[in-house]
């Protein structure tokens, strides 16, 4: 059965009570500044996210027995927090998990509105502009594989926060290129092959870290244990060695992947700080298409 058009979460806009069916898409243990514990759930459809708090006796416990990924249905009660912000969330009261037969599944599978061929012929066209054959050979032994576009063109980007839907991951590599474009036209000296070289193949290891297709995005157990930063190096590195790509380049790339998380104190996952002008350049372009995704998605 189907979710009543209101309840779906670009409708959840009145403070209200409400019993409907959402994706676990994230959940965290947090303490109130009162010292006082509780779960930060963030709930999904396919029109978006909103936030939920649940306050129950035993916070361990209950955040044990939610699964990501699953579907629940869930009573609580829709308030507007902070005042007058505009911005809604849930006081979740009761979170029971779903059969498959209990709901119908393209109610939470979020999906790219763009317009997949424009995006995949920016990242053709760049590929067959770019000088160094090197580079060259290495993005096509990846973008000229059916089996392995097929996979890059529909996976997420995240589960939450930006581009975490069907086809994000696509979104969110264009995007970054496009930046970068830019920042080689105010920053000539950057090396541009290599530069976009880092672009399409930062991201690769999504394709490993999430699971999709057949329900809401879930974590895959490689994603869960490695990461999506040691995925992708290890996916390019073994091409690259394949490939017999030189071990200074072989290293300028992998060195951008690694680092596009930014400096290491950040605490967002790098395990190098950026020490190029390409690796920095990639890293700020990787964050502002989060970013200003993550708000848009709002």
């Given at each position: 059965?189907?979710?009543?058009?209101?309840d779906?979460i670009?409708?959840?806009?009145l403070?209200?009570?409400?019993?409907?069916?959402?994706?676990?898409?994230?959940?965290?243990?947090?303490?109130?500044?009162?010292?006082?514990?509780y779960?930060?759930?963030?709930?999904?459809?396919?029109?978006?996210?909103?936030?939920?708090?649940?306050?129950?006796?035993n916070?361990?416990?209950t955040?044990?027995?939610?699964?990501?990924?699953?579907?629940?249905r869930?009573?609580?009660?829709?308030?507007?927090?902070?005042?007058?912000?505009g911005?809604?969330n849930?006081?979740?009261?009761?979170?029971?998990?779903?059969?498959?037969?209990?709901?119908?599944?393209?109610?939470?599978?979020?999906?790219?509105?763009s317009?997949?061929?424009?995006?995949?012929?920016?990242?053709?066209?760049?590929?067959?502009?770019?000088?160094?054959?090197?580079?060259?050979?290495?993005?096509?032994?990846?973008?000229?594989?059916?089996?392995?576009?097929?996979?890059?063109?529909?996976?997420p980007?995240?589960?939450?926060?930006?581009?975490?839907?069907?086809?994000?991951?696509?979104?969110?590599?264009?995007?970054?290129?496009?930046?970068?474009?830019?920042?080689?036209?105010?920053?000539?000296?950057?090396?541009?092959?290599l530069?976009?070289t880092?672009?399409?193949?930062?991201?690769?290891?999504?394709?490993?870290?999430?699971?999709?297709?057949?329900?809401?995005?879930?974590?895959?157990?490689?994603?869960?244990?490695?990461?999506?930063?040691?995925?992708?190096?290890?996916?390019?590195?073994?091409?690259?060695?394949?490939?017999?790509?030189?071990?200074?380049?072989?290293?300028?790339?992998?060195?951008?992947?690694?680092?596009?998380?930014?400096?290491?104190s950040?605490?967002?996952?790098?395990p190098?700080?950026?020490?190029?002008?390409e690796?920095?350049?990639?890293?700020?372009?990787?964050?502002?298409?989060?970013?200003?995704?993550?708000?848009?998605?709002?």
């Open positions: 059965m189907s979710k009543n058009e209101e779906f670009e409708n959840l806009n403070a209200r009570d409400i019993t409907s069916k959402f994706a676990i898409a994230e959940k965290i243990i947090r303490t109130s500044a009162k010292g006082r514990k779960l930060d759930i963030t709930l999904a459809d396919k029109t978006g996210q909103i936030d939920g708090r649940m306050f129950p006796d916070v361990d416990v955040h044990d027995s939610i699964k990501l990924g699953t579907i629940c869930i009573s609580g009660r829709i308030s507007e927090f902070p005042s007058g912000s911005r809604y849930m006081v979740i009261n009761v979170i029971n998990e779903l059969s498959k037969d209990d709901y119908y599944i393209n109610d939470f599978v979020m999906a790219s509105e317009n997949q061929d424009e995006l995949v012929e920016e990242i053709r066209s760049t590929i067959k502009e770019m000088e160094n054959p090197e580079l060259k050979n290495i993005l096509r032994s990846f973008f000229c594989n059916k089996e392995f576009t097929e996979q890059f063109y529909n996976a980007a995240a589960i939450v926060h930006h581009h975490n839907y069907i086809g994000g991951l696509l979104d969110h590599t264009v995007g970054v290129l496009k930046i970068c474009k830019t920042s080689c036209e105010i920053f000539p000296e950057l090396n541009k092959d530069l976009y880092g672009v399409l193949l930062h991201d690769l290891g999504k394709m490993k870290t999430y699971t999709y297709g057949t329900g809401p995005i879930g974590i895959s157990e490689e994603g869960e244990l490695l990461d999506h930063l040691y995925l992708s190096c290890e996916m390019v590195k073994e091409k690259m060695n394949e490939l017999e790509t030189p071990e200074e380049l072989s290293n300028q790339i992998l060195h951008m992947i690694l680092s596009h998380h930014g400096k290491v950040n605490g967002w996952g790098s190098v700080d950026p020490k190029t002008p690796a920095m350049s990639l890293h700020y372009a990787d964050n502002m298409d989060a970013k200003v995704k993550e708000v848009l998605q709002r």
